[in-house]
């Protein structure tokens, strides 16, 4: 198989920027588009994960929550190599969401995903705010709920 038809399917960092003295938040394009099916002991939409990522990062990642977006919210363990959706995001966060909404049209999502028992925030909004966002901040405006 030709080089060009396999690095369509390689995930290309486009965009890094820094939330934190410790954290990134990353924006990747391509990939094969893996999807976590139940959220990760520290996953950020865990009410019981919050304050492990300061508030610039959810700044950064809120336009995956805004109407018709086609940024996702990637899961933070699955790294820049093999990105995967966040389970979190896929059960709370993207009824609103382009990408995942076309992705169940196409049976890239199959519907498997579970929340684990964990209690989750019930939308981004409500997720950021948690985790230290201002209310008012204009970044949360356009964020469906």
């Not at 030709?2 to 890094?16: G, M, N, T």
């Not at 086609?70 to 093999?82: L, M």
Request: aromatic content about 6%; glycine content about 10%.
């Amino acid at each position: 198989m030709p080089d060009v038809a396999r690095s369509r399917k390689r995930p290309k960092v486009v965009e890094v920027r820094q939330a934190g003295t410790d954290h990134q938040v990353v924006t990747v394009v391509g990939g094969r588009g893996t999807y976590r099916r139940r959220p990760c002991g520290d996953c950020p939409w865990r009410k019981d994960a919050v304050g492990e990522f300061p508030a610039e990062a959810f700044r950064h990642s809120a336009a995956t929550a805004y109407d018709m977006s086609d940024r996702t919210f990637a899961c933070h363990q699955s790294g820049q190599d093999k990105p995967a959706i966040c389970a979190g995001f896929l059960l709370r966060g993207a009824a609103h969401n382009m990408t995942v909404r076309l992705g169940y049209m196409q049976g890239r999502f199959k519907g498997d995903v579970s929340d684990g028992g964990c209690d989750l925030h019930e939308n981004y909004r409500a997720m950021a705010v948690a985790n230290g966002v201002d209310p008012e901040d204009p970044v949360l405006s356009p964020c469906r709920d």
